[in-house]
């Protein structure tokens, strides 16, 4: 497939890419924040799409594989300026990697709005701003709809435990990237598929749900306002279990419904959460 590591630009070629990626040496060293200062304190300062309850439900989940002994590498496609995959890099354990895909290119929607441009440097410059290091495996620039599971997991060496579907959001580049996510994850892995729900990309529903029905190992589990989160069938009731018996704080487990014969949990944050977490992005902005 035709993609290059964003961190071995040749500096001609992309002055905001290069400026970003000093070799580590030259830029001062820096304590990364953990998973959940990430959270508290950063991730309302990275432009992008993840909104919670999805992102404190995300970092949760990755806690509790931590927890239960899972291990495998983290990948999403679609990175954007790196808002939710900073969390997956922050997420790593001894020998695991986390895996960014994306164009790497502004587009249309992007160009013009404030904050949202510069997909060409802005994930690794946040990356280095917060002392996060990432491989040049790490990176990899390109359209996923080049790229089989034999690339990903040659980039991550094995099996991945939480990936991310978040890439382009036409129903060609859903059912890509969910087959990818599907050769890809780990016996308990969890697959995140964004925007299931939103009525701006309808393309995405019918795709993943297309998806399902010819991937009946791989079940929904529970599902936000914006995300739905699946899982192999084995693993899926100690992934509901978790979701259930310990919400993360400020989450709200609702009345359960189905899909495809499957019943789901649905997830949302309450009143009092989000009226704090309004507060606290104004003041990070
Ligand atoms: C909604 S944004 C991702 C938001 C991000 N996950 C966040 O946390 O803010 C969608 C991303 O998908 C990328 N994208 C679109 N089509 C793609 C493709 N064919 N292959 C890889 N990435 C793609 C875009 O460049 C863009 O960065």
């Not at 899972?70 to 900073?86: A, D």
């Not at 297309?210 to 699946?230: E, Q």
């Not at 279990?241 to 949990?265: C, H, K, M, W």
Request: glycine share 6%; proline share 5%; hydrophobic share 40%.
């Amino acid at each position: 497939m035709h993609s290059r590591d964003l961190t071995s630009s040749p500096p001609m070629q992309n002055e905001r890419i290069s400026a970003a990626t000093r070799p580590s040496t030259e830029r001062k060293k820096l304590r990364q924040p953990t998973r959940s200062e990430y959270l508290r304190k950063h991730m309302n300062r990275v432009s992008g799409y993840l909104r919670n309850p999805d992102a404190t439900i995300i970092a949760a989940l990755l806690a509790w594989q931590e927890k239960i002994g899972v291990r495998g590498h983290l990948c999403e496609i679609g990175v954007h300026h790196g808002r939710l995959f900073l969390i997956l890099a922050l997420s790593r354990q001894l020998n695991e990697k986390a895996l960014a895909i994306d164009l790497f290119e502004d587009d249309g929607i992007n160009l013009h709005q404030d904050g949202q441009a510069g997909r060409n440097g802005a994930m690794v410059r946040n990356a280095n701003k917060l002392g996060i290091e990432l491989s040049p495996a790490e990176i990899l620039k390109g359209s996923s709809l080049d790229l089989t599971a034999e690339n990903i997991l040659e980039r991550t060496g094995g099996p991945v435990r939480f990936f991310s579907v978040d890439g382009g959001h036409m129903y060609r580049h859903v059912e890509n990237d969910m087959r990818l996510a599907h050769r890809c994850i780990a016996s308990n892995g969890i697959i995140a598929a964004d925007d299931f729900f939103f009525l701006k990309w309808p393309e995405v529903s019918f795709a993943v749900y297309d998806f399902m029905r010819t991937a009946p190992d791989v079940v929904p589990v529970f599902a936000t306002s914006r995300k739905l989160y699946l899982a192999h069938r084995d693993f899926a009731p100690q992934v509901l279990d978790f979701i259930r018996t310990s919400p993360p704080p400020g989450i709200i487990v609702e009345y359960p419904t189905e899909i495809l014969g499957n019943q789901i949990a649905l997830l949302r944050i309450s009143l009092f959460a989000r009226a704090w977490q309004e507060i606290r992005s104004r003041f990070a902005r």
